[in-house]
Structure formats: C-alpha cells, structure tokens
C-alpha cells in the first residue's frame, strides 16, 4: 500500500511518529540517494510568507516484507524529488515566477 500527500507534519512531528509506529516507511528514507529525511529539500513554497517545511510526504506500508524494516534500503525506490510546478507561464510579466501550489509536487522513481 501506498499513502501520499500534504500531511502539514514535519519529520519531527506527532503525525509523523504516528506513521512509523504503526509501520509505514518514509520513501525518502529507502531511496538509493542515500540522502537523511532532514537533508531534503522543504516541500513548501512562500506563498503566504511562512518558513518552507517539509510537510509533504509518500509513504510505503510494506506489509510482513521485512526488507523494508529498520530504514534498509530497497532497490525498488530509486530517487525522490521535490519539483516546483510552475503555471501560467506566458500570461503576464510576472508568470515565470508563478507556480501551480504552495507545495512542491513529491516525485517517486521506482525500480519495477
């Protein structure tokens, strides 16, 4: 099973804990780059003027397959992106620097 989205919880928040306790992996933390949660990129833009966070997340509930337990690394996820979605571009002045959402789209390349 496969759970993405804005979750509005950081790495180091409640929300967070409660995803790995009751057994869904961070696909960041299985990902060939080999690159910590915290060493991301944010997932946020300045939209509103807030601190950018990481706030988006994908997440794998592997089931019984144990290799996915413990932060071991899987071949099947083989990098993960934070991309800015620009929009309107050519409308104004002003489009190149727009963009789709106040969040950063989460990429996943998987290895089938």
Known sequence: MMIGGDFNSPPESKT???????????VRTLS?????????????????????STIDHVWIYPGT??????????NDVLSVKHVTILC??????????RTASDHLMVIVK???
């Not at 967070?16 to 961070?26: I, P, Q, S």
């Not at 397959?65 to 899987?74: A, L, P, Q, R, V």
């Not at 309107?88 to 620097?97: A, F, L, R, T, V």
């Open 110 to 112: 998987y290895g089938f």
């Open 65 to 74: 397959d144990s290799s996915y337990y413990f932060g071991k690394k899987s």
């Open 16 to 26: 967070y804990d409660a995803m790995v306790l009751a057994g869904f992996v961070d």
């Open 32 to 52: 060939e780059e080999n690159i910590a949660v915290d060493n991301y990129s944010h997932t946020t833009n300045d939209w509103y003027g807030g601190q950018d």
């Open 88 to 97: 309107c571009i050519g409308m104004d002045s002003n489009s190149s620097e």
